[in-house]
């Protein structure tokens, strides 16, 4: 005699990839909100194969979960865990305390040197007055 399985549809989650909600094979309608089903180890095996992209996406991930009894109850028994917030006996210390604003680190300045002074420019001499002739020079 072939040895049955428990499979479901994975829950729906569209962040991966876990699409599916209904699928009908051999007179079964699985839904994904009815939990889990036992099939023979035939139909097992083909649900096993079965994918969110159907036959034109090789790459996106198992519809199903294809497990035995024991493993199908420590599943759902760790799902469960993953679902409750965690208990007021063991809280997640994040306080940090009173804090002032005297607490917080001084922030570090970066001052750059003063940049240096431009070199002094030479003094322009003076033009010739083209009315000037050569030779009329002040005395």
Do not use: C, H
């Not at 996106?60 to 208990?87: I, R, T, W, Y």
């Not at 917080?104 to 070199?119: C, D, I, M, S, Y």
Request: aromatic residues 6%; without cysteine; hydrophobic residues 35%.
């Amino acid at each position: 005699m072939a040895q049955s399985k428990l499979v479901r549809i994975k829950p729906y989650n569209p962040k991966r990839g876990q699409l599916l909600r209904r699928y009908v094979v051999s007179g079964i309608r699985f839904d994904v909100n009815r939990g889990w089903y036992k099939v023979d180890a035939e139909l097992a095996k083909y649900l096993a194969g079965i994918t969110n992209g159907g036959d034109t996406d090789p790459e996106a991930p198992l519809a199903f979960d294809v497990m035995d009894e024991v493993d199908a109850k420590k599943l759902e028994a760790a799902e469960a865990a993953a679902k409750e917030p965690a208990p007021a006996a063991q809280p997640q210390d994040v306080s940090t305390g009173n804090l002032s604003t005297a607490d917080l680190p001084q922030p570090t300045r970066v001052t750059k040197p003063p940049a240096p002074a431009p070199a002094p420019k030479p003094a322009p001499t003076p033009a010739a007055d083209p009315l000037d002739e050569p030779g009329d020079k002040p005395a």
